[in-house]
């Protein structure tokens, strides 16, 4: 005898995914974690840090003393929120226009930095670009776009940097923001799986390479965050959004601030043993889309006595 299988895939009350308006399971706590002055006398470099998790990022490393600068290509974006940032802190951001695709405009960016404030002692590289399609709809302009932005300009601003830090001497940290499918792969986002990937890959190969020069490289994966340039991008009709949500355990999608204490963290001296890491934070999506028996949670407590009965029956194998 087997179940109907409206019994498995009818979602029941009781697995319903609680909404972020209702605080999932896990309600986030996003207030800055480390102590005050944490980053007092740090210069940080975040790409693509004008918007979304760059700028979460970037306001919990100035609201904790560092001195920021931000990178990416809309200048405007970037001043308006480095002023109400540093409003916010006290703490001076500054902005930087740069497309990270140019080698030489990367090198430029460095070059002001080092101007304002020196080598930078922290860097992050969060600028991505993405979008949802089908892979034979891809263009080579549009693989290249994708993988030019992720994987080329975290390269560029990773050299650019760190060869100036090993000339000079002087140590730092990098963090560097994929996500969970660079590890897993995904359909319909073939380009940004590719590149994460590869940018994973570069940071634990120079997490190796390096650390003889007091460089430490980590990188953060997150799952599903609510920000307008990803879920334009990602969920243009906003119909995915309520199955991600449930298939999250922690009944919600991240927060930016959540990514944001997990950043200052890793870049911060208390991770300072902390090299070569890449860290999941997806309120435990990950792990629920791989087991395949999870979807079992949907069976009531009725259908288990059915279930159990039946398999209590069950004598021998043949
Ligand atoms: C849910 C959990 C996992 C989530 C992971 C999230 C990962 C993320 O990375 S979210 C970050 C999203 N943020 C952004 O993407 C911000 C920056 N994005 C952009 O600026 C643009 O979207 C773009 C990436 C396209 C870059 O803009 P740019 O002006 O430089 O490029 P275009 O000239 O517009 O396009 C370049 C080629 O791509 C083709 N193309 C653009 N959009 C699409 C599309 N939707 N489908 C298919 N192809 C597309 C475009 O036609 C160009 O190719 P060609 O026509 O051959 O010249
Ligand atoms: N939100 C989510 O659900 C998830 C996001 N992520 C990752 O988090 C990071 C931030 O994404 P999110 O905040 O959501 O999205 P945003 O679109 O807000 O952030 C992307 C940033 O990258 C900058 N950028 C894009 N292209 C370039 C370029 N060529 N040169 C320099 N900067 C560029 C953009 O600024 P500008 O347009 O001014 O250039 C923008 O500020 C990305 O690495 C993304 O892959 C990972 C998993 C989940």
Redesign the pocket.
């Known amino acids: 005898m087997f179940l109907p299988q409206r019994w498995i895939l009818q979602a029941r009350p009781w697995t319903r995914a609680l909404s972020q308006k209702e605080g999932g399971r896990f309600p986030p706590c996003e207030g800055a974690m480390l102590l005050p002055g944490s980053f007092n006398n740090k210069v940080a470099l975040i790409t ?1 840090g004008g ?2 998790l760059g700028r979460a990022m970037t306001t919990t490393l100035s609201s904790l003393g560092a001195h920021c600068f931000i990178a990416s ?1 809309k200048l405007d974006v970037l001043q308006k929120t480095a002023e109400e940032i540093s409003t916010q802190t006290g703490n001076k951001v500054q902005a930087i226009q740069c497309d990270v ?1 140019d080698p030489r405009a990367v090198a430029a960016c460095v070059d002001q930095l080092v101007e304002l404030a020196g080598l930078p002692d922290v860097i992050i590289n969060n ?7 089908p892979s034979e ?10 993988t030019d ?2 994987l080329n300009g975290t390269a560029y601003v990773t050299l650019e940097v760190g060869k100036r830090l090993i000339q000079a001497g002087k140590g730092a940290s990098f963090l560097a923001i994929t ?3 660079a590890e897993s792969g ?1 359909g319909f ?1 073939v380009p ?1 799986a590719a590149a ?1 990937s590869g940018v994973e890959t570069l940071c634990k190969s120079l997490a190796a390479e390096w650390g003889r020069y007091g460089m430490r490289f980590n990188v953060i994966q ?4 609510r ?1 307008k ?7 243009p009709t906003g119909q995915f959004e309520t199955s ?1 949500i449930g298939r999250i355990p922690a009944g919600r999608l991240g927060t930016p601030g959540e990514i944001a204490n997990l950043a200052a963290y890793l870049v911060s001296d208390y991770a300072s043993w902390v090299s070569g890491a890449v860290i999941r934070m ?1 309120g435990g ?1 990950y792990v629920s889309m791989a087991g395949e028996f999870n979807a079992l949670q949907k069976v009531s407590p009725e259908q288990w006595d059915v279930m159990e009965a039946m398999i209590r029956k069950t004598k021998g194998s043949s």
């Not at 600028?127 to 399609?133: E, K, L, M, Q």
């Not at 709809?137 to 994708?146: D, F, G």
């Not at 997150?222 to 965050?225: D, K, L, R, S, Y």
């Not at 340039?229 to 969920?235: K, N, P, T, V």
Request: glycine content about 10%.
């Open positions: 693509g918007t979304g290509r695709r600028a991505a670009g993405n979008f949802v399609s709809r891809l263009s080579a302009n549009a693989w290249k776009t994708i932005i992720v996500t969970i499918y995904s986002v940004s994460k997150p799952g599903p965050i920000t340039g990803a879920f334009s991008r990602l969920d991600m997806d999506e």
